[in-house]
């Protein structure tokens, strides 16, 4: 064994009176957090200014700028961080830029980035509700109020979740629990059959890695094929259960998406509550997206049958503006949630009556306070505040339709939600391989002219340029600027085929 004794003699014991190496003390802690601040004010001001994505990868010299802290030396930090926000802006996908039209990556709310301060400087610790009550039930308190707004019983639970993947790996869990008995004790063993489960064929495909996780397989998932809006078609759905009942299959989940990742359709989320109800399946609706919209009374009929859910997912860093990550998971089946994830240890202290403790209801033990950014915003905001958003955003949606439509474009998708998908015409008659180059290279030519952020993408197989309205930043300027970086990429790609074909 290794001498790791210490000594404890009257110098030693002087020594360990003092202030630790990493206790700087509050005047200086009050120097960071100003100087972060105002760092992150000039970013905010200034990020409009620059490229939306850097040009060119660059691999290499963020390689050697990192060679630079060799962390055995301490540095300045004044100048740690002004170095650190430089790589940033340099080396970054600006999410928080108004002509981000990409993923599902918003610019998080100053509310939100004040709760991930006072989070992250007070730090509670959820696992144990008598740790840090006052943070369990505000988080409590934000659930609470998006299953109302989602229609759910007021007696529903869940949990704050690192994002949607963790939230949707908590309804399979779940949906076991509830469909076998035995599987919280026995595992998939004990079970009589290999389960399946069901989701739309244009899902997020974290459902693989999470089949993968579950120990279920990758191919208990059943992707079902999409009608032309791009929406589950409930009769291949009803073919594909019969083929696996009849197989020996034993189906337990069925998922309905609420605005898919790549063309933003809405599954007809009543017939399927209806069909699961009908042949005894788990209904999970993954709203991560486009659950948002519970927030606003005139967008809210979209999620028409969200209320029959047996459990839902909403991310909280998608289209409510929080800072990464905040999912959600809200189920009204209390006791299985609390069968999935209970577990008695002595080291943990004794439950509060009548309150469920954290990480007994959810996949994480240790927890930092997720939620606050979501309650700061709404408190400080109003609900009313983020519905107007929403609704702009569509009108925003709305706009781009009709401004790419005006110049030539040919939209693929069919949603009411801001996501817009478009196709060259005379490209998409080429055949598939032809037109998934063309638009891949239309998408890449925006990206590095550094006016705005756009992706390629398959719908159904079918290839096309994705613009989706994420920024509570982006305005209709905004709209025109990307359409201009569409024409213009479209000019550049004719012009090289043109001397190509020479």
Known sequence: MPDVAFQTDASALSRLDRRGPLDVGAEEGARLLAAASSLLVEHAEKVVDGPVAPREPADGPIRDWLAGFDFRTARPAAEVLSEVMAGLRNWTVHTTHPRYFGLFNPTPTWWGVVGELLAAGVNPQLAARSHAPAAVEMERHVLRFFG????????????????????????????????????????????????????SAESHLAWLKIAHLAGLGRQAVRLVPVDASHRMDLDRFRRLHDEDLAAGKVPFLLVGTAGTTGGGALDPLAELADVASERGLH???????????????????????????????????????APMGAGMFLTPHVEALANSFRVATAYMPAGTEGVADPYTTSVQWSRRHIGLKVFLALAAAGQPAFAEQLERDVALGVLLARRLDENGWHRINDTPLPVVCVVDREVDALGQETSRAWHTAVADHVVRSGLAWVSPVLLDGRAAVRLCVTSHRTTARDIESVVSALNAARTAMTSRDDETSR
């Open 283 to 321: 209904f999970h609706v993954d709203a991560a997206w486009g659950g948002a919209i519970a927030l606003s009374d005139r967008l809210r009929p979209l999620l028409a049958g969200v209320h029959a859910a047996d459990s839902v997912t909403v991310d909280a860093h998608k289209w409510l503006s």
């Open 148 to 199: 109302a707004r989602l229609g759910m019983p007021v007696t529903a639970e869940g949990s704050f979740t690192v994002g949607g993947a963790e939230a949707n790996l908590t309804a399979v869990i779940v949906a076991l629990t509830r469909r076998f008995k035995s599987y919280p004790d026995t595992g998939l063993v004990g079970l009589p059959g290999r389960p399946v489960f069901y989701a």
